[in-house]
């Protein structure tokens, strides 16, 4: 392991001493927090990079996504085991009752901050610099992702704004998604993520199974076309799209909530 670890260090520093740009530098380093995982750096030096009012390579975007991932993921796996707790309100006194509220407060203040920060960036920097239809179905449908997230963790009428900006975003990925061939890995996300929206969010079951089904057997009939490079990460997707009908299905049958939470794809 640490031979292994040595030679990707040295790979970093010889290619470090050839590099002069910002954009550059800041990417070699986002790189490096990502292997030191050290992810809120990470969010800072892609932050950097995405200030720049330029398109993201494929390199950069996946940067971004897993640095913005890692930060928000932590925290919505920490309220959820919160709030499942402030639930148990029988078995809990009220002072540890109201220490579990304030508690959950605390990470979701923590999570709107970041989502916040993340969505103005798309906003503001990253979806206007989009070229290609491949980037903004990429940039739209993280933008539609982190108003999920928000979304997850508020109530009633608090819930509505980013409900309606996840869905907004959502569609208007699903333009441009619509002239990427429908075996492509970001396309199928999207589909995966929307219908995840609309079982979660919008509590629209049938939509959800509608979408996913759709977007699920229109891949399988152009299976041929699918190149060597997208294989692994286009049959994964769709995989996942395939474990949710199933769960979904089954759940539409009267089996209830079975307590796994639906699968969402992970970006590269």
């Not at 040295?10 to 470090?16: L, Y």
């Not at 928000?72 to 809990?92: D, E, F, I, K």
């Not at 923590?110 to 206007?128: A, F, G, N, Q, R």
């Not at 990427?180 to 999207?190: A, E, F, N, Q, V």
Request: negative net charge; contains cysteine; proline residues 2%.
């Amino acid at each position: 392991w640490e031979k292994k670890n040595l030679k990707k260090n040295k790979f970093f520093i010889n290619k470090i001493i050839k590099m002069s740009s910002p954009r550059e530098l800041a990417v070699f380093m986002a790189r490096v927090a990502e292997q030191s995982e050290r992810y809120n750096d990470m969010v800072n030096y892609m932050k950097q990079v995405a200030c720049m009012n330029v398109e993201l390579t494929v390199e950069e975007r996946n940067l971004l996504s897993v640095a913005y991932k890692n930060v928000v993921g932590t925290r919505r796996a920490s309220w959820r085991v919160v709030h499942a707790l402030t639930q148990n309100s029988n078995q809990n006194s009220k002072e540890q009752l109201d220490a579990l509220v304030a508690y959950k407060n605390e990470i979701e203040k923590e999570l709107t901050e970041v989502c916040t920060e993340i969505t103005d960036l798309l906003d503001k920097h990253l979806i206007p610099a989009c070229v290609s239809d491949e980037a903004h179905v990429f940039h739209l449908k993280l933008l539609g992702d982190y108003h999920r997230y928000l979304a997850e963790f508020r109530f009633q009428e608090s819930k509505e704004e980013p409900a309606k900006n996840a869905r907004a975003a959502y569609e208007n990925a699903q333009k441009y998604a619509a002239k990427l061939p429908s075996t492509h890995p970001i396309r199928l996300g999207l589909a995966l993520n929307f219908s995840v929206f609309y079982y979660e969010i919008q509590n629209d079951k049938n939509e959800a199974i509608a979408m996913a089904t759709s977007a699920f057997d229109s891949a399988i009939e152009d299976l041929d076309t699918l190149t060597e490079e997208s294989y692994k990460d286009s049959t994964l997707i769709m995989q996942l799209l395939k474990d949710n009908l199933s769960l979904w299905r089954n759940n539409n049958m009267g089996d209830g909530d079975n307590g796994d939470e639906d699968l969402e794809i992970q970006d590269p």
